[in-house]
């Protein structure tokens, strides 16, 4: 599947946590830490695991810029 | 000003493209170009420009995780 | 690629409308229009033309729930 | 209420997961599951059931699209 | 319609800007300018003017919190 | 830090209520309460407490607009 989203970050999976049917999940980016929040179903039909490379995927209209 | 936002990805700015009301930030994070979509208005006030060091800035809830 | 996104609408691209940055896109999914609102560079890439069989892909935290 | 979301499918509702803070709702949406992630709150005030009749709704701007 | 979002601030519009594909509402809730980001053709539909009673509707999840 | 997001609504913190990894904020905005959904780790890493004055922040591109 090739998908729109212009932001798709390469990394290795760091934490996975699962809360009630909220889960979170974190991937190292080159030494930044991106976190992710999905469902547990979504963790479960992925098999998402700590080690494992993953990417973290985000729509270009749900990026903001900041500056100092 | 302290966000919730989990996600902050410093960078350097490499394109800046203005529409007629929506405008595209891409910032060179580590190598990786990541796209922002957002105002016009907000580019000028906080004086965006090809060069500038900025944030990519994400909430937790809008990031997805993909595998190969 | 697989991705955590819950939702994911097959259906037969029937418009597609590029802006000065911003593109939509309106795919039939069974008889329903779907509009999808993405960059023009995302169109270009995927190559998405009228006529064309597409998903709409939604994560489930941007759907909401309404009634009567 | 009117409201400016482009996209509103409707369906029954075949599931509701509530969490702590966080439900999944699952609709039916002319054979196609669609999962939204709302608060237990909205649940509760808008009474969602198994059985009812009921339309996910999503901004156009958070509607990706893929291609095989 | 009863719709989910936990959201919903009611004001005055007080300025409607159309880009290209992608339109500007402007609504002022007590004093203070809520910024929306729209399709044109959801202005249209809703016909949405100047002087307009509307109502800005945001999700929860949608929602960031910051402090000084 | 300035960040691109259109809106902030200053208020004070009326209710922290956590899950187990997703955590519910609201915010009085001048009479009207706001909810916002973030991670539990964010209302920590902020000090969120009911009380406190806080911003509301939304993109403008998860704005959207209803009419009665």
Redesign the interface.
């Known amino acids: ?10 990394g290795k999976i760091v934490e996975v ?9 974190r ?1 190292d ?4 830490i ?6 547990n ?3 479960d ?4 695991k700590v080690g ?17």
Not at 1 to 10: D, E, F
Not at 45 to 48: C, D, R
Not at 59 to 64: E, H, L, P, Q, Y
């Open positions: 599947m090739k998908i729109s989203a212009r932001n798709r970050l390469k946590v699962k809360g009630t049917t909220t889960a979170h999940v991937i980016i080159g030494g930044s991106v976190t992710s929040s999905i469902t179903e979504a963790v039909e992925l098999g998402l494992n490379t993953a990417y973290a995927v985000v729509k270009a209209s749900d990026v903001m810029v900041a500056i100092d």
